[in-house]
């Protein structure tokens, strides 16, 4: 994802990915130094690094992605005990940080991506009667690329047509965006391929992101329009898939072990919540990025959920 992006900004996100990985390491370093103890091999360092940099604006300073790294490891990781015992994920941890200590810079790294300028054009009062976020776009003066335009007209031509449809131009920039934004919305295509790969591996809990996309969706579908001037059932899934960080909450931090539940009923019950919280923060909040707050707030509960765990699936089996 990380060189997909780079090769469309000159090598810019690679160059943050190396900061944020460089500033890991020497952190994590640091500590196992003060500590008398050996962590760097269990690559949960260079793991935070790399999800940082994907939570990263493409044109952000490298010093605050330096900053931001550093946070993660030494604060949100290692203040808690280190890995398995912080209830925050690092990475997002780190992301809190930058944006709540350089908003300007995270803003103004953010200017001209297609989220911002769709949710400023929804501050200034812009809707559509159909609820449509490419529509309320093209109003702003969004430019939507050639290679779009032509695909989107294939599309239209072969498959849609015949079936007295049409696919509104404008998703097909999402899979390889250039603009600026947020590193993991740039390099949507190889970020799916990269779901699809960690989900049948299964590396991860499939379960956990299937819950967490399926309600997402049906959130949007339902409710998804209603802000943008929309009605009931007539939210663009698509849209909502494809920006925003869905895709990254879904498949990487909501299956996220060290901040994770011990049961995996727990895990489909916050999965759950987690996508109800991002629904309701990104459409209803003004939140281009609310899929990571609703992560964040779910972390927060991760220490009570693990409580209850105890209590009602492991004591009162010992007790039957």
């Known amino acids: 994802v990380i060189i997909q992006s780079g090769i469309h900004d000159n090598y810019a996100s690679l160059i943050l ?16 130094g003060a500590r008398g103890a050996f962590t760097l091999r269990d690559g949960s360092a260079v793991t935070t690094a790399l999800i940082f940099t994907l939570l990263m604006p493409n044109t952000i300073h490298p010093v605050i992605v330096a900053l931001g790294s550093i946070f993660a490891i030494a604060i949100v990781k290692h203040a808690y005990g280190g890995l398995g015992t912080n209830w925050l994920n690092p990475a997002l941890g780190g992301w809190i940080f930058v944006t709540a200590s350089w908003p300007n810079s995270f803003a103004k790294a953010l200017d001209g991506s297609a989220l911002q300028q769709f949710y400023q054009a929804v501050g200034r009062g812009v809707l559509d009667p159909s609820g449509s976020p490419l529509a309320i776009l093209k109003i702003a003066g969004y430019k939507i690329s050639s290679q779009d335009s032509f695909l989107t007209g294939v599309m239209n031509h072969t498959l849609f047509s015949p079936i007295n449809a049409e696919l509104p131009a404008g998703y097909f920039d999402f899979f390889s965006f250039s603009g600026p934004a947020m590193i993991a919305d740039r390099g949507i295509l190889l970020l799916l391929i990269g779901t699809i790969i960690i989900t049948a591996f299964r590396i991860n809990k499939p379960l956990i992101p299937a819950v967490y996309t399926a309600l997402y969706l049906l959130l949007v579908r339902l409710f998804g329009a209603i802000p943008f001037g929309g009605s009931l059932g007539n939210g663009d899934m698509l849209f909502g898939l494809l920006s925003g960080g869905t895709l990254l909450t879904a498949f990487i931090l909501a299956t996220d072990p060290g901040t994770g539940t011990k049961s995996y009923q727990a895990g489909l019950i916050t999965a759950g919540l987690a996508a109800i919280l991002g629904f309701l923060f990104r459409y209803f909040g003004g939140s281009p990025y609310g899929a990571l707050y609703g992560i964040l707030v779910t972390n927060t509960l991760i220490p009570i959920i693990r409580t209850l765990e105890i209590t009602l699936l492991y004591t009162n089996r010992r007790t039957l």
Do not use: D, F, G, T
């Open 17 to 32: 990915a190396l900061v944020a990985l460089l500033s890991a390491v020497l952190m994590e370093l640091a500590i196992n």
